[in-house]
């Protein structure tokens, strides 16, 4: 997996903090390298992860009580693209959804929110710490599963068709938009270019019972071809790939 040349937790470091140090395998240290990415419990309780001193300093949190995605989670409606991407509007009860690239999990808390049950795979480790951390003290938490692992080993492992849902949003390309929001800087950073992504859409699709949502820019080709159903975001697409069981219901 693909991991940051230097992590550590500034101390103080304690009880569920201290715990997840050791699980994510960060180090715990009093003073932070320069050249060291760093996790801090802030003097407001806030869990902020800054990118190393001498690049453009960056300082991120995953907060659903205030700003940007408390806003998105307050607003968040069965009608909105993501959700019937994976066509909550349209069934008895929320599917299970597993969120293959769960970055900061801002889709997976939203369809959480509304009521899916959904497993957050994040291989960054920093990345998968702060998720967990703001997964815990949600008030969706007992229908969040964020767990630190590669997409594939997970999909691998739960077998076929043990999902209704499989969702990827393999990270933007680098060109496109000038102006990116301070989360996908970070998340570009520590992730780097996405690699090919067509062993991942071939598990996707066989873990999943119902369809697979592909998160992409408007103006992207589709992940894996021409995809079964197209629903158009305010600056995202999702390409929706459904099996042929769930296909036929669907037309
Ligand atoms: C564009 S971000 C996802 C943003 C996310 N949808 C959100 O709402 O915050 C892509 C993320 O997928 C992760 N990722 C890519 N391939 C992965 C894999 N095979 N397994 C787990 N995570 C993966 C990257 O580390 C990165 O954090």
């Known amino acids: ?3 940051p040349t230097e992590a550590v ?5 304690e009880g569920r903090d201290a715990r997840r140090c050791a699980e994510l395998g960060i180090r715990i240290c009093d003073d932070a ?15 902020r992860l800054r990118t190393p001193q001498r690049e453009a300093p960056l300082a991120i949190e995953v907060d659903f009580e205030s700003g940007d995605l408390a806003r998105r989670l307050r607003t968040a409606s069965k009608s909105q693209p993501i959700a019937r991407a994976v066509s909550l509007h349209r069934r008895q009860s929320p599917p299970c959804v597993l969120d293959a690239t769960a970055g900061l999990g801002r889709d997976a808390m939203l369809l959480a929110h509304l009521g899916c049950s959904v497993i957050a795979c994040e291989r960054i480790s920093l990345l998968a710490f702060l998720l967990a951390d703001a997964a815990e003290r949600a008030p969706f938490a007992d229908r969040l599963d964020v767990r630190h692992a590669d997409a594939m080993d997970v999909l691998t492992a739960i077998g076929p068709s043990s999902v209704d849902v499989v969702l990827l949003d393999p990270m933007f390309p680098t060109q496109g938009r000038a102006q990116v929001k301070k989360e996908m800087q970070v998340c570009r950073l520590l992730a780097g270019p996405p ?3 067509e062993v991942l859409v071939h598990l996707a699709f066989a873990a999943a019972r119902d369809r697979v949502v592909v998160k992409r820019h408007p103006h992207e080709q589709p992940l894996a071809g021409p ?3 197209t629903i158009a975001g305010e600056r995202v697409r999702f390409d929706v790939y459904l099996k042929p069981k769930a296909a036929s219901s669907a037309q």
Do not use: I, V
């Open 1 to 3: 997996m693909p991991q």
């Open 9 to 13: 937790f500034l101390a103080p470091c």
């Open 33 to 47: 390298p320069p050249s060291s990415w760093t996790l801090r419990r802030d003097e407001d309780g806030a869990l």
């Open 195 to 197: 690699g090919s992504q």
């Open 227 to 229: 995809p079964s159903l």
